[in-house]
């Protein structure tokens, strides 16, 4: 089914780890990270079984100084920065065929559709900007620009709601959201009572307000109504949540904004940044279609030597590392934590993930034979101002469609929360179906011709990522968790008292644990970063490998 205009990036993607995937004969492991119809054809068992025996052996013969689970941007950014530390007995353990997690970019056409991570949210203090510039992976955000949420905005009812209604409710919404930061801010937000305030109550409490300065004719109410209900699903697919009322003000204002261009694009697409991370990690020490099912660590050791941790995979292969950095996302965590450490996590960790946020976003890419827009279109945003027939529908979680950088006929809808959950278990002709009906009833064109195809990204769907990305909850605030207890590594208590007495044996990365940029790639980035320092800071104690 996988059309011509079509090819999996990710087949790319395996030729820089090498042709072997060590795919393990008796596991099947069913990725689901994307629509059924797309396989990664380069990795077939037959071809790898040579490596199979081979690789089996040699990784479970060896005891590693460090394994890092999942193949994500945090844990490729924290095996390079350890072997440019000069530890080099790294192992990357990755459950699903292809590196890349969150990341998954798809050649489509000339180009490429981002399924995954898509811009570099600004420039001064991203590290992954100054990462990507480096690396001059990086399109000219001057020429090569991407606009999002933007274009003409209509109505159920197919009006053009007036630019003029839109500007101004959009800029009171702006300065409200600006209020959080500036209100909720970790300097300004120190006490009980702002904790356990929610970002969706905050928005409606003072959207109220400017409704009534406004004093608007019943019809502007409803438009600007409608505007507020759209900006707020913007907000859900910033936040990953099924409702701005589970989002907690202070969790909100933790995230820090990094001047600069913030939509900015790739040469080759997103999977540029894997490539360049993987580039010195040798096939032997990534290993994918490798799920990891149980860390078995100690909380003290008497021994003279350092304690192991034993990495336990689904296939039954055991693995010994001085230390495991793990970089599943908190959707994995949140379902698998009771099972995936032995002994189990501390109680604090296990509370800590049962309120910490993790919902979904969906990209649902509608794919033209020939596009019934212009290319001065930037977008098409759906307003609805009453309740119809379709409203109590799905569609209506659809924020609305943007044109895609590099594709004249494909759009981009948004969708998050419990409608994208429901999106994820329809079939394709329903979508479609459904997308067209929505287009053609706002922008009042019966013209307007089903889609060809439609590509989306079931993140969700995928059991090894379930779901986007993680915010911070009302309950999570409320019971004075922090992103430091999320951060914080096992340790093993050591009697040998020629080593830290409290020493790290499972180490924890990936998007959730950075404080400043978590729920982004640089903030994945920077994660990885971090606890590759960690070890490396330890060098000394260790006969580094
Ligand atoms: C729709 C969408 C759009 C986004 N847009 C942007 C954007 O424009 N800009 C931006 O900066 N960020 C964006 N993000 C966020 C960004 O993609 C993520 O924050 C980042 O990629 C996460 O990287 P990670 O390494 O922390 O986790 P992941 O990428 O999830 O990596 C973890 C890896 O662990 C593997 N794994 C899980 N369980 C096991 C197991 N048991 N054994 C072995 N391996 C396992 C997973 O398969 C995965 O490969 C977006 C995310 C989504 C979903």
Same mark, same amino acid.
């Given at each position: ?20 995937? +060590? ?42 100084? *460090?394994?890092? @689970? ?19 007995? @790294? ?69 053009? !709601?007036?630019?003029?209604? !839109? ?31 929610? @970002? ?19 019809? @502007? #109410?409803?438009? +600007? ?21 589970? *989002? ?21 697409? =997103? ?7 993987? $580039? ?23 021994? $003279? ?5 034993? *990495? ?11 230390? *495991? ?6 959707? &994995?965590?949140? #379902?698998? %934590? ?29 794919? =033209? ?17 009453? %309740? ?42 329903? !979508?479609?179906?459904?997308?067209? =009906? ?13 889609? +060809? ?6 993140? #969700? ?7 986007? &990305? ?7 605030? $409320? ?28 180490? =924890? ?31 000394? &104690?260790?006969?580094?490998?």
């Amino acid at each position: 089914m996988t059309g011509p205009e079509e090819e999996e990036v990710l087949c790319h993607i395996s030729s820089l780890v090498g042709s072997q995937s +060590r795919v393990n004969m008796t596991d099947t492991v069913s990725t689901g990270s994307v629509s059924d119809d797309r396989t990664h054809a380069s990795f077939s068992p037959q071809n790898a079984l040579p490596q199979i025996l081979f690789k089996e052996n040699y990784i479970t013969s060896k005891h590693w100084t *460090v394994v890092i @689970v999942g193949a994500g941007v945090a844990g490729l950014a924290a095996a390079q920065r350890l072997m440019e530390g000069g530890c080099n007995s @790294v192992l990357v353990l990755e459950a699903q065929d292809h590196p890349g997690g969150r990341i998954h970019t798809m050649n489509f056409g000339d180009g490429v559709l981002e399924l995954g991570a898509q811009w570099v949210h600004g420039e001064k203090g991203n590290p992954l900007f100054e990462y990507a510039q480096n690396m001059d992976i990086l399109s000219d955000p001057r020429t090569e620009y991407s606009v999002e949420a933007r274009g003409l905005f209509y109505s159920e009812t197919a009006e053009q !709601v007036p630019e003029i209604v !839109v500007d101004e409710t959009l800029m009171a919404l702006e300065n409200i959201k600006e209020n959080i930061y500036k209100m909720f801010s970790p300097t300004e937000s120190d006490n009980i009572l702002s904790s356990s305030a929610s @970002v969706g109550d905050f928005f409606k409490q003072k959207f109220e307000m400017f409704l009534e300065e406004c004093g608007d004719l019943p019809h @502007v #109410q409803a438009w +600007r109504r409608g505007i507020y209900e759209w900006f707020l699903k913007y907000e859900l697919t910033e936040n990953a949540c099924n409702s701005l009322n589970d *989002v907690s003000c202070c969790g909100f204002a933790e995230w820090t904004d990094c001047p600069g261009n913030y939509l900015i694009n790739f040469k080759n697409g =997103f999977q540029s940044v894997v490539k360049s991370l993987s $580039k010195d990690i040798s096939s032997e020490q990534l290993c994918l279609s490798k799920p990891v099912s149980c860390i078995h660590w100690q909380e003290t050791y008497e021994g $003279k030597e350092l304690p192991t941790v034993t *990495v336990e995979c689904s296939d039954g292969d055991m693995l010994c590392a001085d230390h *495991v950095i793990l970089t599943m996302s908190v959707g &994995y965590l949140k #379902q698998h %934590n009771q099972t995936l450490f032995s002994p189990p996590l501390p109680d604090r960790k296990q509370e800590l993930l049962t309120h910490l946020g993790f919902g979904s976003v969906e990209k649902i890419f509608l794919v =033209f034979d020939t596009p019934f827009w212009s290319d001065s279109d930037l977008g098409f945003q759906l307003v609805w101002t009453s %309740n119809t027939e379709a409203s109590s529908e799905w569609v209506r979680g659809i924020r609305g469609f943007d044109t895609v950088k590099g594709h004249s006929n494909v759009l981009l809808g948004w969708i998050s929360g419990k409608d994208a959950e429901l999106m994820q278990t329809l079939g394709e002709e329903e !979508v479609k179906i459904k997308c067209a =009906f929505l287009l053609r009833m706002f922008l009042g064109r019966s013209d307007i011709p089903l889609p +060809r195809r439609v590509i989306r990204s079931n993140w #969700q769907k995928n059991q090894y990522i379930c779901g986007a &990305y993680s915010y911070r909850s009302v309950s999570y605030t $409320k019971l004075g968790f922090r992103t430091s207890i999320l951060a914080e590594p096992l340790y093993c208590t050591l009697l040998n008292k020629e080593v830290p007495e409290k020493w790290p044996v499972v180490l =924890f990365a990936g998007e959730a644990t950075d404080q400043d940029f978590f729920s982004s790639a640089h903030g994945s980035l920077r994660s990885g970063w971090r606890e590759a320092d960690r070890l490396l800071s330890l060098k000394r &104690y260790l006969p580094i490998k």
